[in-house]
T-cell receptor
């Protein structure tokens, strides 16, 4: 039972354009969402997060949008750069207050930035 | 300086053996985790450990046991290894309360192969 879904296994985008990665979730109790980036043979690296009380969070080239009614979030990267080529994981948490809560991850989307 | 480190990076062993994977974090975080990434690339929480409180994912067999000698370490012991235990295991840590976020920092992973 996948509670966090990333329906695109891969995405190819030209350098300089916008990359949009999508994520859907089914558990309405999730209230904190994160995006992680992963290179081969390395652990996931935290990228950006958003609390359920917000609908947008921006950090440099990265923006995350949250649509609670649709249970959907997206990560926008603009402009896309070759170093952005990696697997991007969407993750969700039941509590934004921290503590010993594991994250529920999607399967990941492999983003390929083409020169 | 490595924030979350794991040893070994690769572990090849025979079915039925007992093995351990070590994890150390130098971030001063209160909470540590173990995740398993299986062949389908799903990252799933196995355990979280916070102030000596262990929270276990109910799907984890009791052959797996975390051991925390101190706040900076959370080791994973696996008894009677099975073929299906082959996976990449990631350790992670997070600051927890009072910072109020659940951003987890991951180690580089340990690829376990059971023959």
């Amino acid at each position: 039972d996948q509670q966090v879904k990333q329906n695109s296994p891969s995405l190819s985008v030209q350098e300089g354009r916008i990359s949009i990665l999508n994520c859907d979730y089914t558990n309405s109790m999730f209230d904190y969402f994160l995006w992680y980036k992963k290179y081969p043979a390395e652990g996931p690296t935290f990228l950006i997060s958003i609390s359920s009380i917000k609908d947008k969070n921006e950090d440099g080239r990265f923006t995350v949008f949250l649509n609670k009614s649709a249970k959907h979030l997206s990560l926008h990267i603009v402009p896309s750069q070759p170093g952005d080529s990696a697997v991007y994981f969407c993750a969700a948490s039941l509590y934004s207050g921290g503590g010993a809560d594991g994250l529920t991850f999607g399967k990941g989307t492999h983003l390929i930035i083409q020169p | 300086d490595t924030a979350v480190s794991q040893t070994p990076k690769y572990l090849v062993t025979q079915m039925g053996n007992d093995k351990s994977i070590k994890c150390e974090q130098n971030l001063g975080h209160d909470t540590m985790y173990w995740y398993k990434q299986d062949s389908k690339k799903f990252l799933k929480i196995m355990f979280s450990y916070n102030n000596k409180e262990l929270i276990i994912n109910e799907t984890v067999p009791n052959r797996f046991s975390p051991k925390s000698p101190d706040k900076a370490h959370l080791n994973l012991h696996i008894n009677s290894l099975e073929l299906g235990d082959s996976a990449v295991y990631f350790c992670a840590s997070s600051p927890g309360l009072p910072l109020g976020v659940n951003e987890q920092f991951f180690g580089p992973g340990t690829r376990l192969t059971v023959l």
